[in-house]
């Protein structure tokens, strides 16, 4: 007698855990407060230039103008 109820409660056990793991597996996830982040920040941006010699795009500040067009190197700008 004491073998058939030590089954049963071992039954009732298991059943109970699935049970319990399934049901707390279907509640939606709690939902945690929104994070706070501060806005992007603009990225400093400075035009680009394109070379006459070649066509390359590179930044106004590597600019070397020569006979009133611009040129990614000295070695592209025409010598006089």
């Known amino acids: 007698m004491t073998r058939i109820l030590f089954w049963l409660a071992l039954a009732f056990?298991?059943?109970?855990?699935i049970r319990s793991?399934?049901?707390?597996?279907?509640r939606p996830p709690k939902q945690q407060p929104p994070v706070r982040r501060?806005?992007?920040k603009e990225a400093e941006?400075?035009?680009m230039l394109q070379c006459a010699h070649?066509?390359?795009?590179?930044?106004?500040?590597?600019?070397?103008?020569?006979?009133?067009?611009?040129y990614c190197s000295a070695a592209h700008a025409p010598t006089a």
């Open 13 to 17: 056990l298991v059943v109970a855990a």
């Open 21 to 26: 793991k399934l049901k707390s597996n279907s």
């Open 38 to 40: 501060a806005p992007p």
């Open 45 to 47: 941006t400075e035009p």
């Open 54 to 70: 070649c066509g390359v795009h590179y930044p106004a500040s590597e600019n070397v103008p020569a006979a009133g067009r611009n």
